[in-house]
Each structure stands twice: as C-alpha cells, then as structure tokens.
C-alpha cells in the first residue's frame, strides 16, 4: 500500500520561508521520481516541482523558480520542498506525488493528504 504523508504547512507573512516534507512508504523510493503538487481556491492543481531519482533531473514551474527547492533523501524516504520568499498566491494545498516511473516526465499518481500553506498578512 503507497503511502504519502506531507507536514510542515501553516500560516507565514508574505516574505517569509516555510519547508514542506514527505514521508513515503509502500513502494520502492528510490525507483520512481517525486512531485509536489498545489491547488489554490478555484484553481486547477498544477505541478509546481518535481525530480528522479538523479539530484540533477528537476522541474520548476515558472512561478515558483528561484524560490522553491525540490530535494530528497533516498535513505530516509523523504522528498522535501523548500519555499522562500512566499507570496500570497503560493497560497494553496500542497501534495506530495509518486512517479509512474523514474522519469517525472512520464506523470504521477498516488497523491498524499496534503498540507495547508497559507500566505497573508
């Protein structure tokens, strides 16, 4: 049974830093690439970064480049995002997503709970 389980969300002024983690279980970590997801109020959930299990395969979507760090710990089972400088649209759920395979590129599934990451002032 694939489980994800994310932690780390809360409520930071606008500027301010938060790191999400993900603990994964149920399936071979080191075989398949990881995503963070988010889906703000009315909008559709969109990929904001991901990477294989090579440190040097990633993904950023535009809004988040030079803001948002994707790493992982392979011994741990655990996939990180970092956020700086945070805006009040990074406001959203964030979910932790499995790969198909080892390539991010092929597509995800098997989302976790999510966790709140509220932004304001």
């Known amino acids: 049974q694939v489980q994800l389980v994310e932690s780390g969300g809360g409520l930071v002024h606008p500027g301010g830093s938060l790191t999400l983690s993900c603990t994964a279980s149920?399936?071979?970590?080191?075989?398949?690439?990881m995503g963070w997801y988010r889906q703000a109020p009315g909008k559709e959930r969109e990929l904001v970064a991901a990477?294989?299990?090579?440190?040097?395969?990633?993904f950023y979507a535009d809004s988040v480049k030079g803001r948002f760090t994707i790493s992982r710990d392979n011994a741990k089972k655990m996939v990180y995002l970092q956020m700086i400088t945070l805006k009040p649209e990074d406001t959203a759920v964030y979910y932790c997503?499995?790969?198909?395979?080892?390539?991010?590129?092929?597509?995800?599934?098997?989302w976790g709970q999510g966790t709140q990451v509220n932004v304001s002032s």
């Open positions: 990477m294989g299990y090579f440190n040097d395969r990633k």
């Open positions: 149920g399936f071979g970590f080191s075989d398949y690439a």
């Open positions: 997503s499995k790969g198909l395979t080892t390539d991010y590129l092929r597509g995800f599934h098997f």
